[in-house]
Structures are given as structure tokens and as C-alpha cells.
């Protein structure tokens, strides 16, 4: 071993590590680079610069309306994935249920099966419910969607916080609720906050159950990207792929600053 401690199977991991984010992020950094683009098609590298696309973006009522639509859709949705899922971790991690293997297995489905089955699925439920097309079939799919994402999350986190601190609680006369809201959540809530943040990214991004429930009035921006692409389309798409490749930015910062946050006071 070197003095400094690198190896060159380190030096090699490393530089391996660093090819694949460049082969990761390269298709990312030529999509933001031709969203200012001043030509009237996709070319890269561009001719020119401007923020002729963006301009477009926003005075396009079909673009304005979709983003519209996703935020009204993502909040609603990753907040109650969140709840939901950190209620349903915390019963099947801390709780005596029977059957808690099989129900966690049943949860974490709509990540084993395939978007295309579950939205299928979702579109031949709604039918007889008359929730094709509306914001609610939305907000309910994308709830179904991210929640397995939000039970795996919580549920590690609480299956590495030591039990005895809610149990000392307990036995000090504390209510369950209470000892939950003091002892339990507070040790969790990175992870709970990661998984709400998480929630957020997928729908925003996701496509297929979109694509089956949405409508021409309720189009979430996904799909709007989608119609896009199957016609005649120029770089407003990239404009609208940096929006949403900015979005999800934002989120993993803002995730890191949690995760940071939290190991500083706990240092």
C-alpha cells in the first residue's frame, strides 16, 4: 500500500466510478445545453444561445397547464404516500401482526410488477368508478405507485433504532401516540422526509399509469412530454426535460442538506 493509502485497484475503482457518472450525466448536460438553444430544431452543438425555448414553455397553455396539473399532483399524492407508508412500516416493524412477512411482500408488488399491469389495472378499476380522466384517479395512482418506496425506507430506518427507547417511554407512562411523536418520529424523520421528497420525484416523473388515466383536460407533464415526441417537436422538450431534470436536482440537494442537517446534531 502507498503511503497515502491508495492502492491501484482504488485508483481503478475510482476511475471507473468517475467514467460511469460521465457516461450518465453526458446525455444530461447536452439536453440542458440545447434547451438555450437559438436554432428552430435540435442540433447540437447549438448555433447560438438564447432563452427563446423557455419562453415558449411558459406562454404555451398546453405546457403551463401540464406543470400545473404535476404540481397539483405530486403534493397530494407524496404526502399521502408518506403518511400512509410510515404508518404501515411502523405497524409492520414495531407491531405483533400476524402475517407481517406476506403484507410487507404485498406492499412492495407495485415495484415487482410491471407499470403496464398496474396501470392497466388501475384503468379497468376506474371505469366503474368514473375516475378515468380526473385529478383524484391521479392523485390515487400515484399514491399506490410510491408508497412501497415510502414502507422500504421507513421501515429501515426503524429496523436499526433500538426499540427500548419507546418501550423506557412506555413504562414511564407515556401514551403510545406520545411516545411515538416524541421518541419514535423524531429519530426516524430524516428518513421520512427522504421518502416524501422521493414520493415527489416519482410522480412527477412517472408515465405509464399517467398515460392510461390521464385525459386531454387533466395531463400531467409526462405526458404532455410524451404527446410531444410522437409529433413534430423542437427544443421547448428540452426546455421542459431541464425543468424537470432541475426539479429532481433540487430534491436530492435538498435531501443531502437533511442528511447533513441530521449528522451534524447528532455530532
Known amino acids: ?28 448536460v447536452v439536453v440542458v445545453i440545447i ?38 399532483l405530486l403534493v397530494p399524492s407524496s404526502i399521502l404516500a408518506t403518511l400512509m407508508g410510515t404508518a404501515a412500516a411502523y405497524a409492520l416493524v414495531r407491531g405483533r401482526i400476524p402475517g407481517a412477512t406476506v403484507i410487507m411482500a404485498c ?31 391521479l392523485v ?48 426516524i424523520l430524516p428518513a421520512v422526509l427522504s421518502s416524501l421528497l422521493l414520493a415527489a420525484i416519482l410522480s412527477f416523473d412517472e408515465l405509464i399509469v399517467s398515460l392510461f388515466v390521464s385525459s386531454a383536460r387533466v395531463r400531467p407533464v409526462a405526458v404532455q412530454m410524451w404527446s410531444n415526441l410522437l409529433g413534430d417537436f423542437d427544443p421547448t422538450i428540452a426546455a421542459i426535460a431541464t425543468v424537470c431534470f432541475g426539479f429532481a436536482l433540487l430534491v436530492l440537494i435538498a435531501d443531502l442538506a437533511l442528511r447533513a442537517g441530521r449528522g451534524l446534531r447528532l455530532a
Request: glycine fraction near 8%.
Open 1 to 28: 500500500m502507498n503511503a497515502d493509502g491508495m492502492t491501484p485497484w482504488r485508483l481503478l475503482r475510482g476511475a471507473l466510478c468517475i467514467l460511469v457518472a460521465v457516461y450518465l450525466l453526458a446525455p444530461l
Open 107 to 137: 406492499l412492495m408488488l407495485p415495484i415487482v410488477v410491471p407499470g403496464m399491469i398496474t396501470a392497466a389495472a388501475l384503468f379497468g378499476v376506474y371505469r366503474g368508478m368514473g375516475l378515468n380522466g380526473t385529478l383524484t384517479g
Open 140 to 187: 390515487i395512482g400515484h399514491t399506490v405507485l410510491s408508497l412501497p418506496y415510502v414502507v422500504a425506507t421507513v421501515a429501515s430506518a426503524l429496523r436499526v433504532q433500538d426499540a427500548r427507547l419507546e418501550q423506557a417511554a412506555s413504562t414511564l407512562g407515556a401514551p403510545p401516540w406520545t411516545a411515538f411523536r416524541r421518541i419514535t418520529l423524531p429519530l
Open 35 to 72: 434547451s438555450f438553444s437559438s436554432a428552430s430544431f435540435l442540433q447540437f452543438p447549438p448555433p447560438g444561445l438564447s432563452l427563446r425555448w423557455y419562453a415558449q414553455l411558459l406562454s404555451t397553455p398546453a405546457w403551463t397547464n401540464a406543470l400545473l396539473v404535476s404540481v397539483k
